[in-house]
C-alpha cells in the first residue's frame, strides 16, 4: 500500500507538539515510497538538528517509515522558517 501525502502530515501534525506548519511533497513520481518534508514547531527551539530529525521519525512511527524509502526532513524552528519560507515555496 502506498503511503500518501496525507498520511504522511496527518502523523507529523499528531506526533508532534506545537506545529506551526507542515508541508509535505512526494518526491518519488506518485508511488509514495519517497517524500521531502518541512516541518515547522515550537517545539523545535533550542533543539539540535540532528534531535529534530529523530523526533519527526518518532512522530511518523515504524509502520509508515516501513514504507518511505527516502526522506528529507527539515525540521524548523519559527526563525528559521520566516527566513526560508519564500524559498520553500509557501
Known amino acids: ?11 507529523l501534525r499528531a506526533g508532534l507538539t506545537d506545529v506551526v506548519h507542515v508541508q509535505v511533497d512526494d518526491t518519488s513520481g506518485g508511488c509514495g515510497a519517497s517524500f ?20 519527526v521519525h518518532a512522530a511518523l512511527g515504524a509502520d509508515l517509515m516501513k514504507g518511505i524509502h527516502a526522506l528529507e526532513i527539515k525540521a524548523w524552528t519559527n526563525a528559521q522558517w520566516e527566513a526560508n519560507k519564500a524559498k520553500a515555496g509557501s
Open 36 to 55: 521531502m518534508v518541512i516541518v515547522v514547531a515550537k517545539q523545535f527551539e533550542g533543539v539540535p538538528l540532528l534531535q529534530r530529525q529523530r523526533l
Open 1 to 11: 500500500m502506498a503511503i500518501s501525502v496525507g498520511d504522511v502530515e496527518t502523523a
